[in-house]
């Protein structure tokens, strides 16, 4: 029975606790660089570099519902793509991003193709196939031109600002995962959002409703490769050099494991499961740094600490996919709901 206090009670506006959060969120991306070192910074500044191809890689299988495990070999695209212009063309930086989210859209149409007569299990082998021909294929070209140490760039200059420090590369992803999470929260509010989910869920009723089924699967690919391909390009100025064993398969399988863990079909999700997986090998780092020296178990983890993160990493993806399909952003929201319950807006 409901009371006349409950009745009376004020209730915050939905759009203004959005509002709080997002400005809370953002305060707090603002203030980082005062209070983290520089390395630390570097490692959030690369787990947002991978917030980027994991929210890339949601639009395809998160919103789309297609397979793709041919993110790695995009990111190599988007990072060769970028060593090629500014080492050999002399591109400016701002101009070879441009290039690099080009590169990344013309492969996803290629990688798009085989989507149009095959899904699941097949088109995660034809993606799988991309990857192995890429990297045979940029291998190659590096083999042929800089030799086995790889490309190394000059430092990035956006319009006369050289991002000669951790901090100015820092508010410069920032800004660029922003625009990507706007960019992809209004495409999946918009016709072309609404088509994508409607595909994922059910290609027949996709096609009844009269939905070019093969136009906006070729279209999924493309956009998400266009930002894998951009977010590559950072990657590469960010770290100063590109050297083919920075793209191995392992890399795919991670970003793929950020969008089941962050939620399919959560942009804020994606980015959540980006930091928690770029995040977890200095997680494992620390915990040894506190078990005692001496113990059988620190010296097991000490030797095969790799093989103990792809462990984890399977884990995780099993242990979410079978308790909480909707992953950490489906935890938040029954976390915030009951906040919100206790205070009583």
Known sequence: MTTTTEIDRPRTPPRAIGLAKTGLVLAAALALPLMLQRYQLGLVSNAMILALGAIALNVVMGLAGLVSAGNAALFAVGAYGAATCAVF??????????????????????????????????????????????????????AGTVGPMGFVLPKANLFGFVLNEEWKWYYLILVSLVLCFVAVNNIKA????????????????????????????????????????????????????????????????????????????????????????????????????????????????????????????????????????????????RWEKRLLRGLGT
């Open 89 to 142: 063309l002399g591109l400016p930086f701002p101009l070879t991003l441009l290039v690099c989210a080009a590169l990344g859209a013309l492969v996803g149409l290629l990688v798009g193709l085989p989507a149009l007569r095959v899904r699941g299990i097949y088109l995660a082998i034809a993606t799988l196939a991309l990857h192995y021909v890429v990297i045979f294929v940029l291998s190659r070209y590096q």
């Open 190 to 333: 918009s016709r072309i959002g609404r088509a994508w989910m409607l595909l994922r869920d059910s290609p027949i009723a996709a096609a009844s409703q009269g939905i070019a089924v093969s136009r906006y699967k070729l279209l999924a690919f493309v956009f998400s490769s266009a930002i894998i391909g951009f977010s590559g390009g950072l990657h590469a100025y960010y770290h100063s050099n590109v050297y083919i064993e920075a793209f191995p398969l392992e890399l795919a399988i991670q970003v793929i494991a950020m969008i089941v863990i962050g939620g399919w079909g959560s942009t804020g999700g994606a980015i959540a499961g980006a930091f928690f997986i770029s995040l977890l090998p200095t997680a494992l780092s620390l915990l040894l740094s506190v078990l005692p020296r001496n113990a059988a178990a620190t010296e097991f983890l000490a030797r095969n600490v790799g093989d103990v993160q792809l462990i984890v990493y399977g884990g995780l993806i099993i242990g979410f996919l079978v308790l909480e399909p909707d992953g950490l952003a489906g935890l938040w929201k």
